[in-house]
């Protein structure tokens, strides 16, 4: 079997992913003979978190699994106010790993709300970010692509302001920018912010261009993040792809053709890439 392998210039950690693990591996570092809590998956990457596992972090479920006045990380989508709350009963030391765009955008979404806007997000009603953002805004109004499938869009004679997760599809948030404001009303403001991730943006441009120029396309990223879920999507519009977390998960089978295509999301560590990058060429060698 002979195959060429393309890997992405956007591949590994986006910025903030890598230096919240930074900071996950300074605490471990410093404070080896104390217990680092994790509220979660801080990231959504099984195999990087098994590695921070294995140098000692604890993952748990919940706040009350944490002993008070405990090390805690906060995850990088974002953290409700009654959580912090909770925290700080607790006495519970933070580290608070939250991604710059996500601070961002949280800080537009309450700022919205403040001037007298209605808040409208675009993303999965289910996500963590997403159900961070609804704590600091109750009224807040969730759009994902369900309703846009379903043509699921009504609006008010009111002001709307308009975000999105940082994770999200770009032409998904354009395609719901141009509802509203073909739907929007004379005399009412329509303000819009482009909240997604810069580094978002530019894997799902080049995974256009790696797919329509491959066989097969693997896209790898931890099954519960987003934003490899959306590289994976877009991709198989143009060739045949697969959503791999682990190595293991891929077989000779999967790589006919003469071009195969690797990118991976934002929380997928360059180790992990290089190991994929490693059973690819045992496979087709």
């Given at each position: 079997?002979?195959?060429?392998?393309?890997?992405?210039?956007?591949c590994?950690?986006c910025?903030?992913?890598?230096?919240?693990?930074?900071?996950v591996?300074?605490?471990?570092?410093?404070?080896?003979?104390?217990?680092i809590?994790s509220?979660g998956?801080?990231?959504?990457?099984?195999?990087?978190?098994?590695?921070l596992?294995?140098?000692?972090?604890?993952?748990?479920?919940?706040?009350?699994?944490?002993p008070?006045?405990?090390?805690?990380?906060?995850?990088?989508?974002?953290?409700?106010?009654?959580?912090r709350?909770?925290?700080?009963?607790?006495?519970?030391?933070?580290?608070?790993?939250?991604?710059?765009?996500?601070?961002?955008?949280?800080?537009?979404?309450?700022n919205?709300?403040?001037e007298g806007?209605?808040?409208?997000?675009?993303?999965?009603k289910?996500?963590?970010?997403?159900?961070?953002?609804?704590?600091l805004?109750?009224?807040?109004?969730?759009?994902?692509?369900?309703d846009?499938?379903?043509?699921?869009?009504?609006?008010?004679?009111?002001?709307?302001?308009?975000?999105?997760q940082?994770?999200?599809?770009?032409?998904?948030?354009?395609?719901?920018?141009?509802?509203?404001?073909?739907?929007?009303?004379?005399?009412?403001?329509?303000?819009?912010?482009?909240?997604?991730?810069r580094?978002?943006?530019?894997?799902?441009?080049?995974?256009?261009?790696?797919?329509?120029?491959?066989?097969?396309?693997?896209?790898i990223?931890?099954k519960?993040s987003?934003?490899t879920k959306?590289?994976?999507?877009?991709?198989?519009?143009?060739?045949?792809?697969?959503?791999?977390?682990?190595?293991?998960?891929?077989?000779?089978?999967?790589?006919?053709?003469?071009?195969?295509?690797?990118?991976?999301?934002?929380s997928?560590?360059?180790?992990?890439?290089?190991?994929?990058?490693?059973?690819?060429?045992?496979l087709?060698?």
């Amino acid at each position: 079997m002979s195959a060429k392998l393309i890997v992405a210039s956007n591949c590994g950690f986006c910025i903030g992913v890598r230096n919240a693990v930074k900071l996950v591996e300074r605490a471990l570092s410093e404070h080896p003979n104390e217990s680092i809590y994790s509220l979660g998956m801080f990231i959504h990457n099984e195999e990087e978190i098994a590695r921070l596992v294995r140098k000692g972090l604890r993952v748990v479920d919940s706040i009350e699994d944490v002993p008070d006045a405990s090390l805690v990380l906060l995850p990088s989508h974002g953290t409700p106010p009654e959580l912090r709350r909770r925290c700080d009963e607790k006495n519970l030391r933070i580290i608070d790993l939250i991604c710059v765009y996500v601070r961002r955008l949280q800080e537009i979404a309450v700022n919205l709300r403040k001037e007298g806007f209605s808040v409208v997000m675009v993303g999965d009603k289910d996500h963590p970010e997403v159900l961070a953002v609804n704590s600091l805004i109750p009224e807040l109004i969730v759009i994902d692509k369900r309703d846009v499938l379903n043509d699921n869009l009504s609006f008010n004679f009111v002001n709307y302001g308009v975000i999105s997760q940082t994770t999200q599809s770009i032409q998904l948030y354009k395609r719901i920018v141009e509802k509203l404001i073909s739907g929007s009303f004379p005399g009412k403001e329509l303000r819009i912010f482009n909240t997604i991730c810069r580094d978002v943006i530019d894997r799902q441009r080049e995974v256009v261009e790696l797919a329509k120029h491959c066989d097969v396309l693997l896209v790898i990223g931890g099954k519960k993040s987003a934003n490899t879920k959306r590289l994976y999507e877009i991709g198989k519009e143009y060739t045949k792809a697969y959503h791999l977390s682990s190595p293991e998960e891929l077989t000779r089978d999967m790589l006919g053709g003469d071009r195969i295509g690797l990118i991976s999301g934002t929380s997928t560590p360059d180790w992990l890439v290089e190991k994929f990058k490693q059973r690819i060429s045992e496979l087709i060698s």
